[in-house]
């Protein structure tokens, strides 16, 4: 999920993402726009990148029954990064990190399974669709926003949202999980 420019429309695709809660959340969504103007996407932490399903009812089912027994995750993210292979700018997931494989893992699979084109490795992004070019300074730019951000830069994961894709701008809340309790919110 993210703002791509110029990437072809991603129609029918399922994840599971936790949105940040603010402070951070509302300094991050305002980092992603100054980088990337046309990003309107909330920020948040991918726990299933985008997927086809055969069933989004049996997905969902799937999802409140395995997540029944989970626990909240606490999460603290890190430096600023980015993916050299796609250019993509992003927030690393310093605590909590090994907990988000373990749990996209226990998720990513049966009516969820999906050969994801790249190895998860948790995080925020914050640009993404950048040329080469441009990377340099929105990654300059990024890190001395963050390094400013006088906020918490942690969050406990207590509820992951299921989502849908309309385009590569819009994306749908289909239903949210809180751990422990499950609520459709669509």
Known sequence: MGCCPGAPDLIDLFALVTYLPNPLGAFLNMLRQELVPSCHLRAHVTVLPPRHVSSQERAWEQLQRLSVDLEPIEIELGDIEVFPETFVIYSSVRRGHSQLIELHNRLANEALAFNEPFRFHPHVTLAQGLTEEQVAPALDYARERWRNFGGSKS????????????DRQHWQDLGEINLRTLRATG
Do not use: E
Request: zero cysteines; a neutral charge.
């Open 155 to 166: 969050f406990l994961l207590d509820s992951m949202t299921f989502v849908k894709s309309a």
